[in-house]
């Protein structure tokens, strides 16, 4: 079974948690290999890594590289945008669960960039949830 699957089936079984980030990153990544939707978006994106941390749970990162994407578990300290989010927001935003401007506003979700760069990973995980078959 591919990240896909195995994201899918946590979401619908409602057991996706925010340990399971670096899972969501990897289904994206495959994505990535296949839609050409995301394929087009990325194309338009410049080199850029994206840490995403859930202090006490889970560290993990995408590097979008010359029109690809790659996803790991882990801590890049060159990372251009650094999205920092409590437990409940890491489970949350990735399934649609959570809006990202309202966890922002409400100080759950802190974005260390500039905001142009974290909107467009928005475009990005938009495009993710429609082929996993949920609304981001």
Do not use: H, W
């Not at 194309?43 to 590289?65: L, S």
Request: hydrophobic content about 45%.
């Amino acid at each position: 079974m591919g990240a896909i699957d195995e994201v899918k089936k946590k979401v619908e079984a409602k057991e996706f948690d925010a340990k399971d980030l670096p899972l969501f990153l990897e289904a994206l990544e495959e994505i990535a290999q296949t839609s050409e939707d995301l394929q087009d978006e990325l194309e338009d994106t410049e080199d850029v890594v994206i840490q995403f941390n859930v202090p006490g749970v889970v560290q993990a990162y995408i590097e979008i590289k010359d029109g690809k994407l790659t996803a790991k578990e882990g801590v890049r300290d060159d990372a251009d945008v650094t999205l920092e989010m409590t437990e409940e927001v890491g489970k949350n935003l990735f399934t649609g669960e959570t809006d990202a401007a309202s966890a922002y506003m409400a100080g759950d979700l802190k974005i260390i960039c500039e905001m142009a760069k974290a909107v467009k990973l928005r475009s990005l995980i938009e495009i993710a949830g429609e082929e996993l078959g949920f609304e981001i």
